[in-house]
């Protein structure tokens, strides 16, 4: 069955560390993949796509994403995390319909 | 240019009553899509509408439906509430429809409690 997998339930980093969120999807054909993030209360903000083309895609907020083929894995980075982070990160795959991982939480310690 | 405008933001209802929520889209988008989402079951995906026709549903019951207006607004009704159907319902627009390259663009949702 076609699925997107996020291995990590909750990740804790200190202010000004590196980030590191990984997605894994299983699908017959390589789907069209997206990282969200959710804050507390709110709805989902897009991050960053990749359809095609460059592995490495830029995004919104200072985050990037590397698509590799050979481990069907789309994972997000962030150099250096700010406080304002802090917030649920979605990957989704989108086939004929977006369908999310059981997303990352990310807290951020001072 | 306005976002995906959901209403109610927050409601209580009771078992067995029934709930209407509604969906404005972008303006120009055509495509609505309606999830589920529950910290046990996390982010499910319930019907797609496209120019008033349903193109996709999830494994939802029948209790679940909606339906697509003239404008692209969207409602989604659920009938016969059960406790677990409270949860945040978001509704996502997008310019074609909500499948394969389509960037979905969500609201704030809305959030059900059934006591």
């Known amino acids: 069955a076609q699925s997107v997998t996020q291995p990590d339930i909750h990740i804790t980093v200190s202010e000004g560390a590196s980030l590191e969120l990984r997605c894994n999807y299983s699908?017959?054909?390589?789907?069209?993949l997206f990282w969200y993030v959710q804050s507390p209360g709110q709805g989902l903000q897009l991050l960053l796509k990749?359809?095609?083309?460059?592995?490495l895609v830029q995004g919104i907020k200072g985050f990037e994403a590397e698509f590799k083929r050979s481990q069907s894995s789309f994972n997000l980075r962030k150099p250096s995390v700010h406080w304002s982070d802090a917030a649920e990160y979605f990957c989704a795959a989108n086939d004929y319909k977006l369908s999310f991982g059981a997303g990352t939480t990310v807290t951020v310690r001072a | 240019k306005a976002g995906v405008t959901q209403t109610p933001r927050y409601l209580i209802k009771t078992r067995g009553q029934q709930v209407t929520l509604s969906c404005s889209p972008i303006s120009g988008h055509r495509s609505v899509s309606w999830y589920q989402q529950t910290p046990g079951q996390g982010l499910q995906f319930l019907f797609e509408?496209?120019?008033?026709?349903?193109?996709n549903k999830g494994n939802f019951p029948g209790r679940f439906s909606g339906r697509q207006f003239s404008n692209s607004r969207s409602e989604m009704n659920v009938s016969t509430l059960e406790l677990g159907d409270s949860a945040l319902y978001l509704c996502?627009?997008?310019?074609?429809?909500?499948?394969?390259?389509?960037?979905?663009?969500f609201g704030a949702g809305s959030r059900l409690t059934v006591l």
């Open positions: 699908y017959g054909a390589t789907p069209y």
């Open positions: 509408y496209f120019s008033e026709t349903q193109r």
């Open positions: 990749y359809f095609s083309g460059d592995t």
């Open positions: 996502a627009s997008s310019q074609g429809s909500g499948s394969g390259a389509n960037v979905l663009t």
